[in-house]
């Protein structure tokens, strides 16, 4: 067991979903955002923090053995906006991590990575990155500057290109992306309970009998998702179908991939 983990973006939707299910995984949490917890958990540590600060960054990165980093922004923004906490907030930790030991990190990394390829292919973890905006493209960015650090300083990062988390399916792509809370959480402990980890990429879904995406090379670390989407299914189908041809029916990506460029 991780004697204290940091996670980062603990107000955030994810962090809230996992905080208070980490009693396996550390002793004791430090939990930051940019803006105030005010729910955490009891014995929890909470640390507001802007990730742009790079001195603010080093010191809540001390005396942590284990990262997992949800903090930044999650949907599609100006650039300048994605600069600042995916991009350089990215660059602060993974620094903060080189000084202090490297613990082992947890990046939340997004499918939106792979966005522009077609719903009909199915995609190892070796696939072309085909970002479908500035998200993403700040995504494949941490996913480079994470192997980066691996083979320049022997950091370990997991890679977790999360689909869809929410308590059930949303939708007809949600049938392929859905990745239950609780397979977030029994992922997480495997990646801070396995002997080795090295940089993998890990497809960040459930069991799901539509799924996009190959997940058989992250079995080396003992994860198996529990829940499939099919168990919402005929839910699903009584939803009105949208159009064959409409961005959330042909890309993985759905409508990221239609947004337009916001300006800052």
């Not at 602060?92 to 009909?120: C, K, M, T, W």
């Not at 399916?169 to 859905?178: C, E, F, N, S």
Request: glycine letters at 10%; hydrophobic letters at 45%.
């Amino acid at each position: 067991m991780l004697k204290k983990l940091l996670i980062t973006g603990a107000a955030g939707t994810l962090g809230r979903m996992i905080r208070t299910e980490m009693g396996g995984v550390a002793e004791t949490l430090r939990l930051s955002d940019l803006v105030p917890i005010e729910d955490a958990p009891e014995g929890a540590e909470v640390v507001t923090c802007d990730l742009a600060d790079a001195e603010a960054v080093d010191r809540l990165v001390a005396g942590c053995d284990g990262v997992v980093h949800l903090g930044g922004i999650s949907v599609e923004k100006p650039f300048g906006s994605i600069l600042q906490s995916n991009i350089i907030g990215l660059h602060n930790l993974y620094e903060a991590a080189r000084r202090h030991g490297q613990p082992r990190i947890l990046f939340a990394s997004s499918n939106h990575v792979v966005g522009f390829h077609p719903q009909d292919a199915r995609l190892g973890t070796d696939a072309a990155h085909k970002p479908d905006g500035w998200y993403g493209v700040s995504k494949s960015f941490g996913e480079a500057v994470a192997l980066m650090y691996f083979h320049k300083f022997g950091q370990e990062t997991a890679l977790v290109r999360i689909g869809s988390v929410t308590p059930e399916p949303i939708d007809r792509r949600a049938l392929a992306t859905w990745f239950a809370p609780e397979d977030f959480v029994s992922l997480i402990a495997c990646v801070f309970r396995a002997p080795r980890l090295g940089c993998p990429v890990i497809w960040g879904a459930s069991d799901n009998d539509t799924s996009w995406w190959d997940n058989s090379g992250a079995r080396y670390l003992g994860w198996r998702p529990k829940r499939n989407s099919a168990e919402f299914a005929k839910k699903i189908a009584a939803l009105p179908m949208p159009a064959a041809d409409a961005p959330v029916s042909k890309w993985q990506g759905g409508v990221f991939t239609a947004l337009p460029i916001q300006e800052d």
